[in-house]
């Protein structure tokens, strides 16, 4: 993904759609980028940009990539950099997934999940 722009009232990925990737999506100061499916910022790792706001729908699934915290393995995780607001429900999921081939861990909410505001 390179960039997406969504000129009025937000974007949503549907229940089942899949959006991954680098780059921006860009809603727009005021409006949001609404996940109902699964988010896969980065590509094994990277970033990923919400220019306006994010929310977290139900039953929606954010997956992040993890390959290490050391200065050799920079950028080492997905993450997801949001110019406005995050709002999620309670019963969206998180899930991080090990590149080293350990097994995925999921967290069952997402106010526990590595997810961050910057």
Do not use: K
Request: with cysteine; charged share 15%; net charge positive.
């Amino acid at each position: 993904m390179a960039q997406r722009s969504a000129a009025r009232g937000g974007f949503t990925n549907p229940a089942g759609g899949i959006v991954r990737g680098n780059g921006t999506i860009s809603v727009g100061t005021g409006n949001t980028f609404t996940n109902s499916g699964t988010l896969r910022p980065g590509a094994s790792p990277g970033l990923l940009t919400v220019g306006g706001n994010l929310a977290l729908a139900a039953n929606s699934v954010t997956e992040f990539e993890m390959n290490g915290l050391g200065a050799r393995n920079r950028p080492g995780y997905d993450s997801i950099h949001v110019t406005g607001n995050v709002t999620n429900r309670s019963d969206c999921a998180s899930e991080t997934i090990y590149l080293d081939g350990s097994p995925p861990m999921s967290a069952t909410r997402c106010w526990g999940s590595p997810l961050r505001e910057h």
